[in-house]
Each structure stands twice: as C-alpha cells, then as structure tokens.
C-alpha cells in the first residue's frame, strides 16, 4: 500500500519567515535590513524565493534621494535582491543540514516554516549562517519604473546556476503591483566553513583573571 502525503496549500497571506524573526537568521541590521518578510520558498532545481520590502516614507536616503521628490535610489532595490538571494542560500543550506541529521527533506512550507522557527532551528541557521562568507559579485539590472516611499516591492530570485568557483546565479524581478519596476540577473560569492568574522571576540579565562 503506498501512502500519498499531501502538502498543505499555501494561502496569500502566507509568511514563511516572520519580521521579528530575520533579524536571528541573517547578519543584516537596520538601518541596512532590506528585506521585511519572505513569503515564499522554492526547493527543486531551481529554487525560489519570493520576499516583501515595504518603503517606508521615514528611511534615511530619502532625505537627500532627492529633496522633495524622494524615490529609492536603484542600488538599494539591487541590496534588497542580494538580501533576498542570501535567505534563499541560507534556507537551501538549512534543508540539506536538516536532512542530514534527521533523514528528512522539508518540501512543505508549513514544516518548513516550524523548523526554522523552532528554538533548535533557529541555532541551527546562526551556527550556519556564522560559517559562511559570501558577497555581491556582479549585477546586470534593467530598470523599469520607479519606487516611491509607501510602495511595497515583491522580490523575486531564482538560482538557475552554482558555478565551481562558488559564484551562484539568479534572475531576479521586482514588482510594485502589477508592474515590474526592475529585473535582471545577478550573482554572488559563497563559501561555507570559512565564518563571516562578525562574532564577538571571546576572552579567555587566563584574560579575564589578568584583568
């Protein structure tokens, strides 16, 4: 007898990671955290992710991008495609590691989305997350419209290419509604077991007694 597991329909106001919870997943901080919430995730042969930036009327570069006719300077949509590529690097990388020590792939997003939440899945991403480096490599972006403060951006990334210099490609689109305001093709550099560096220095035992 073969049992047939169903995944669980995804609804529209789905959240795969909350707000509160990016913050214990990845090493972005305000006022540098472009990314607000990711809706969607993908596994397969090309991954997905789909994420949500609101643009608030208040964030810094307005100020002076421009003076009376503020609008998000296209470097900052291209930061929020990078962000968003890393959470799916870093996902993709918690489902193997997930698997490996359980024996179960996370295909549904409901699962998905407890496992990371969990107290276990939580240390399980920042211990990931602490042993790997990575950054913008290159970017070729058409853009298309232009965003204004109240707009909400959904990002979109796919992974269609991990070369074997540890370079991975994505197309990437970001939309205001219905209309796409930029979209291109991007990648980035990774490597894992080599540590970001931005763990605080911890002092010895023999360092504190010479105090």
Not at 101 to 111: K, M, N, V
Not at 132 to 143: C, E, I, P, R, V
Not at 179 to 200: A, H, L
Request: hydrophobic share 40%; glycine share 8%; proline share 5%.
């Amino acid at each position: 007898m073969t049992t047939v597991t169903r995944r669980k329909r995804v609804g529209k106001d789905f959240i795969l990671v909350e707000p509160f919870m990016l913050q214990k997943l990845s090493v972005f901080r305000q006022p540098f955290m472009m990314v607000d919430r990711i809706v969607n995730f993908q596994d397969g042969e090309k991954p997905k992710i789909q994420s949500i930036k609101t643009v608030a009327s208040n964030e810094p570069h307005f100020v002076g991008h421009f003076p009376g006719y503020p609008v998000m300077p296209g470097v900052l949509i291209a930061e929020t495609f990078g962000q968003t590529s890393e959470y799916m690097n870093l996902i993709l990388q918690f489902i193997d590691s997930y698997e490996q020590d359980t024996g179960i792939r996370l295909e549904d997003p409901h699962e998905l989305k407890a496992a990371l939440h969990c107290p276990q899945g939580i240390e399980r991403a920042q211990k990931l997350q602490q042993k790997t480096m990575g950054f913008l490599a290159s970017q070729d972006l058409k853009f298309k419209g232009v965003v204004y403060p109240g707009d909400v951006l959904e990002i979109s990334s796919e992974m269609f290419l991990v070369d074997s210099a540890g370079f991975n490609h994505f197309n990437v689109e970001a939309r205001v509604g219905k209309k796409i305001v930029c979209s291109g093709r991007m990648s980035n550099w990774r490597q894992t077991d080599i540590g970001f560096g931005f763990q605080e220095p911890q002092e010895t035992e023999e360092e504190i007694a010479a105090l």
